[in-house]
């Protein structure tokens, strides 16, 4: 018998606990390949994606009680590395890795932010946004970075010769990898796309102290070079075709389900770009009606820009036939990919929840976060995405007012200032900006002050 009592006690059938790497689809692949996580490797034999698999039957010898009160215990504590969002489900993560080997900067923990305002103006009693932006270096990728990187120290000090871990990206991979690489002094590689992401993205990255190598391509170029340069140099490949960053962001979802004192939101609404994040979301939610704490996984929603909506292409098309993209320029920077790594995992994902695709035009996803920022929030354009998606399915009645939505937030709104302030001041070529709210210039005179504030005030 388990002793539910204490939960801060350690795990003492925790020895088995394991984890490894298995083909994606065992459709086509060998049903006995699998790989140690301490292997270097990011795809199977046929060349398709990795899964990190976990040993359920271990870790059902603890009954759904038991995880509860665990994860309850740890939330918020300094005890290391548990405290973090991410580490107090270390079992469920990363169960062989030694605790002096992690690197985490107590990511995860996010706020779950009921957004009552913006949820009436939709008609809607239970509407919550998931600040997954509210993280060390700004978005969700904190999530999967800190994982990836706790490996990488862990084989280093195997003696593994690995110079350093490389990725290409829209911006926020690349704020999350040197970050983490810089806490645990392993040199980092960023490929970037020349002028296609924020100042502020950028500037990350070089702070850190990463090699960043501006390219003239797009994300989809960066990402062929870097495979073809980890695959002639000893360099860590931190991209999502890496897997095992996916267990990190996995956890945001067990920790939707654990703010809601583990009941299940109706809906879970994602911005879809390279896809990793949802297939995570989904796994995390999947992991958590297995081992018996909740009873069911969310329908989830992917949001995509319409100038790099692929998987909204191919999920019109019944799923039947998926085709690559040339993705136009987004204000939704990270998510401007045509070619997206994961796309099988969401089709397969979005398969087994019932779940949507939706997009967002350029006009229709500033306007979103321009209009739920007036209830106050303070949304990335990738968010907006997601809440244009949202007000689309409410409008259709696909999402009834009663039914308790999680839009996920994937990026603070400081990172991409730029696009708001151009927004506001009414720069955008061919936008109304409805929801402009441009300073009023004004001269220093009390009476023509008091004019203005008479006029808006309604005094």
Known sequence: SVLISAPAAPLEKSNLFNAKYVPFSTSTSDPNEQYSLDEVIYRSKNGGLLDVQHDMEALSIYPPEYWKALFDERVGKTSWPYGSG?????????????????????????????????????????????????????????????????????????????????????????????????????????????????????????????????????????MRLIREVTAELPIYLANSLNSMRLEGQKTAAIEICQQFDWEVPEWVIIPGGNLGNVYAFFKGFQMCKELGLTDRVPRMVVAQAQNANPLYRAYKAGFENYEPMRAEDTFASAIQIGDPVSIDRAMYALSECDGIVEEASEEELMDAAARADMTGMFNCPHTGVALAALIKLRESGTIAPSDRTVVISTAHGLKFTGSKIAYHSKEIEGFASTYANPPVQVQEDFGKVMDILSQKLDV
Not at 134 to 162: I, W
Not at 182 to 193: E, G, M, Q, T
């Open 86 to 222: 991410v580490w107090s489900k270390k079992e469920w993560v990363l169960p062989g890795i030694a605790n002096e080997d992690i690197v985490s900067m107590f990511e995860g923990n996010s706020n779950l932010f009921w957004a009552e305002r913006f949820g009436k103006e939709l008609g809607m009693e239970e509407l919550w946004v998931k600040q997954c932006g509210n993280s060390h270096t700004g978005s969700f990728k904190d999530l999967g970075m800190t994982v990836l990187v706790s490996q990488v120290n862990r084989l280093r000090k195997m003696g593994k010769p690995l110079l350093a871990v490389g990725c290409a990206s829209t911006g926020d991979t690349s704020a999350a990898l040197s970050a983490y690489a810089a806490a645990a002094a392993i040199p980092s590689i960023v490929f970037l796309p020349a002028e296609k992401i924020s100042l502020a993205q950028l500037v990350q990255p070089i702070a850190n102290g990463a090699l960043v190598l501006s390219i003239d391509t797009d994300f989809d170029g960066c």
